[in-house]
């Protein structure tokens, strides 16, 4: 029975519609040396195109800034660390590919070969989030951490994919939850 349950874990994590792309931190930093956090300043970005319900900034940040407190870190005005979240949308095409069974049936000779083909069946629209960790002192990146998945037009999808792969990302930062 443990079994059983193990296989249907690690099935729903394998159909999981996030993926965490990568995360890589800079070699020798003694992250318990930081305590306070805070996004980077607004104004100095365009985030005026990622502003307004159905955006998902405003979940990311609450995902990230709900992982780094998770951790130990506070939310402070002048803060040892600053988080910067840059998101890419790309518009996708789903294919599939064409079988034999699907070729044309002919009458005469053929002397060609029916090749495979891919066909498109629809499309969608896959969103990445990046998230850097900044040592605020020395403006030096020190933890990278990349998610990507397809978007949904449900608030509450997007909401549940972004904790999902905020949570997930964070699963590989150097500090462990404190309990």
Do not use: H
Not at 133 to 138: G, M, P
């Amino acid at each position: 029975m443990k079994t059983f349950f193990l296989l249907l874990l690690l099935a729903c994590t394998a159909c999981s519609p996030v993926r965490v792309e990568s995360t890589s931190q800079t070699p020798g930093v003694n992250f318990s040396a930081y305590k306070t956090y805070n996004f980077m300043d607004v104004t100095s970005r365009n985030e005026a195109a990622f502003q307004g319900p159905g955006t998902g900034i405003e979940e990311l940040k609450s995902a990230v800034a709900r992982e780094l407190e998770r951790r130990g870190y506070q939310r402070a005005d002048s803060p040892d660390l600053l988080v910067n979240i840059g998101v890419v949308t790309q518009e996708k095409v789903q294919t599939r590919e064409t079988t034999i069974y699907e070729a044309p049936r002919y009458i005469g000779q053929r002397r060609y070969r029916w090749q495979s083909e891919e066909v498109p069946v629809g499309r969608y629209a896959e969103g990445t989030a990046t998230v850097d960790v900044v040592d605020a002192t020395r403006n030096e990146r020190i933890w990278q951490g990349v998610a990507a998945s397809t978007l949904s037009k449900d608030p509450e999808k997007l909401a549940s994919r972004i904790n999902e792969g905020i949570t997930e990302m964070f699963e590989k930062y150097p500090i462990a939850p404190k309990q």
